[in-house]
């Protein structure tokens, strides 16, 4: 599976959480060093999830998603099952103390760990965030 195949399973676990809009690749903003994988808000923008998904790379997925802190209230690392299972016992701890929630993603995308509100969220930038996803309609 590649790691852009992973994205519609995402997209339809957010979408059955309540985002209203699904944005796939969202392009690199400014400030930052990378794209997002998949991100989801509300119409109104009251809640905001990104969720960097990888093939394996938990250290390189986890450094990404705590760049997501600051702009959503929820940020999730996706990896397939397998690997999603050896990263929930290896790397719990980590996803606990950061807040960062864990899916598994084969078929369907599954949620192992749920993300902790994130105490990072800088409101004008999410603001800008969800801005710039509902601009991309």
Not at 48 to 77: C, M, P, W
Not at 87 to 95: H, K, P
């Amino acid at each position: 599976m590649m790691e852009s195949e992973m994205y519609e399973p995402i997209g339809d676990f957010l979408r059955n959480r309540g985002s209203e809009l699904v944005v796939f690749e969202v392009p690199q903003r400014r400030g930052s060093a990378r794209r997002i994988d998949v991100a989801g808000t509300t119409k109104i923008g009251e809640s905001v999830t990104s969720v960097e998904a990888k093939i394996g790379h938990f250290n390189r997925a986890f450094e990404q998603a705590s760049q997501r802190l600051f702009i959503s209230d929820f940020v999730y690392v996706s990896f397939q099952e397998e690997y999603a299972h050896s990263v929930m016992s290896s790397r719990l701890q980590n996803l606990h103390s950061s807040g960062i929630g864990l899916i598994s993603v084969n078929e369907t995308a599954t949620e192992l760990v749920p993300p902790s509100p994130s105490a990072f969220v800088d409101p004008l930038r999410r603001k800008r965030f969800v801005e710039m996803l509902w601009s991309m309609v």
